[in-house]
């Protein structure tokens, strides 16, 4: 049987034409299977690399799965964990009237140590603002002066004390036990009870990754704005130290996560003083009872 030139080539054509039509939808299926075989977390995480989890949290909610509230926790683990930290660290502030505190831990800490009862706990570390008699204690400092006691504090209140003793000033940065002491100004602003130029200071300590700030007895300067604190000690009573509404202003400038109020309710100042601190403040306040 005789088949035409023409046919033989048309039909090579057609045969031709099929096979590469199979070819390409071959190719294609296998292309989609595998882009429905990459993990959507890929996708999302090198969006988040690029732009950050704040940036991306609509778009990587939309690609994971995963709810927006649920990518920003991860961006903010840190924080969530600092605040536990700090609640902790509350828990192991006791006052014990007017400036003086004691921070229980690994190491006992007092500021101010004051009229304090026989049998206190004994102090590891003592740190003293100044040489005022209600801050300077000697009597005090020996009810819990043990072997090994490190006092740290200003010149002129060292020479009232013995033992061991580290002199500070203002801008000193030392390590005590495994603790780091910074020494900052502390000073009055409009009045001549604690002039700057004594040198006297408050103290920014870090416990456990808490910083813990005791003011001393200060009006609120402009140094507050560099200082950065977890915890703040402030004065509240006014006449000698900051008014309620000036420790508002500088708590609101220190932004710690927690304030606590001092010197009131002994030798000057009463608890309407702390409560009007509380009350006018934007940072939280946490009014301790006095353990004296």
Request: one cysteine or more.
């Amino acid at each position: 049987m005789r088949v035409s030139r023409g046919l033989l080539i048309t039909k090579s054509l057609t045969v031709g034409l099929i096979l590469f039509l199979t070819w390409l939808m071959t190719t294609g299926l296998a292309a989609s299977a595998g882009a429905q075989n990459v993990p959507k977390q890929d996708l999302s995480s090198a969006k988040t690399s690029r732009s950050g989890t704040d940036v991306t949290a609509h778009k990587g909610a939309a690609e994971t799965g995963m709810s927006k509230d649920a990518i920003v926790q991860r961006g903010t683990a840190k924080a969530v964990a600092s605040r536990e930290g700090v609640k902790m660290m509350l828990k192991k502030i006791h006052w014990l009237g007017h400036d003086c505190f004691r921070i229980d831990g690994d190491n006992v800490i007092y500021f101010d140590p004051l009229e304090l009862k026989r049998g206190a706990v004994p102090a590891d570390i003592i740190l003293i603002t100044h040489e005022h008699s209600d801050h300077c204690s000697p009597k005090d400092v020996a009810k819990i002066q043990k072997k090994g006691t490190v006092i740290v504090t200003t010149p002129d209140c060292a020479k009232k004390l013995s033992g061991e003793i580290k002199a500070v000033k203002p801008g000193d940065t030392i390590t005590v036990k495994g603790v780091t002491i910074e020494a900052v100004p502390a000073y009055n602003i409009d009045k001549r009870f604690h002039t700057k130029d004594k040198g006297w200071v408050g103290y920014i300590i870090t416990v456990g990754g808490t910083r813990i700030y005791h003011a001393g007895d200060t009006d609120f300067i402009p140094e507050m704005k560099t200082f950065k604190v977890d915890i703040a000690l402030l004065p509240v009573s006014g006449t000698y130290v900051m008014t309620a509404e000036e420790a508002v202003k500088a708590a609101e400038t220190l932004k710690p996560q927690i304030a606590i109020p001092m010197h009131y309710g002994g030798i000057i100042g009463t608890d309407k003083d702390a409560a009007a601190f509380k009350q006018k403040s934007s940072v939280p306040v946490e009014i301790l009872k006095s353990e004296k």
